[in-house]
C-alpha cells in the first residue's frame, strides 16, 4: 500500500521561509516521478514542481521558480519542497504526488496516481 505523507507547513510571515517534507513508503521510490502540487481555497489544483527519481531532471510552475526548490533523498524515501521569500499568494493546502515514470516533466494532476493528504502553508497579508 502506498502511502504518502506531507509535513512542515505552518504560518510564516511573508518574506520567510519553511520546508516541506512528503515521506513515502510501499513503493521502490527511486523509479517515481515526485511532484508538488497546491490548491488555494476556492482554485484548482495547480502544479509547483516535480524532481525525476534521480534528482537530475526539475520542473517548477513560472510563479514560484527561483523562490522554491525540490528536492530528494531516495535513501529516506522522502522528497522536500524548500519555499523562500514567501507571499502571502502562496497561501495554500500543498500536495505531494507520485507517478511511476521517467519523464519528469508532468504538469498535469491526472498524471499522478497517488497523493497525500496536504499540509497547510499560510502566509498572512
Known amino acids: 500500500q502506498v502511502q504518502l505523507v506531507e509535513s512542515g507547513g505552518g504560518l510564516v510571515q511573508a518574506g520567510g521561509s519553511l520546508r516541506l517534507s512528503c515521506a513515502a513508503s510501499?513503493?521502490?521510490?527511486?523509479?517515481?516521478?515526485m511532484g508538488w502540487f497546491r490548491q488555494a481555497p476556492g482554485n484548482e489544483r495547480e502544479f509547483v514542481g516535480s524532481?525525476?527519481?534521480?534528482?537530475?531532471?526539475?520542473y517548477y510552475a513560472d510563479s514560484v521558480k527561483g523562490r522554491f526548490a525540490i528536492s530528494r533523498d531516495n535513501a529516506k524515501s522522502t522528497v522536500y519542497l524548500q519555499m523562500n521569500i514567501l507571499k502571502p499568494e502562496d497561501t495554500a493546502i500543498y500536495f505531494c504526488?507520485?507517478?511511476?515514470?521517467?519523464?519528469?516533466?508532468?504538469?498535469?494532476?491526472?498524471?499522478?496516481?497517488?497523493w497525500g493528504q496536504g499540509t497547510q502553508v499560510t502566509v498572512p497579508s
Open positions: 510501499g513503493l521502490t521510490f527511486s523509479n517515481y516521478v
Open positions: 524532481i525525476s527519481g534521480r534528482g537530475d531532471n526539475i
Open positions: 504526488a507520485a507517478r511511476w515514470d521517467t519523464v519528469a516533466s508532468r504538469r498535469e494532476t491526472y498524471e499522478y496516481r497517488y
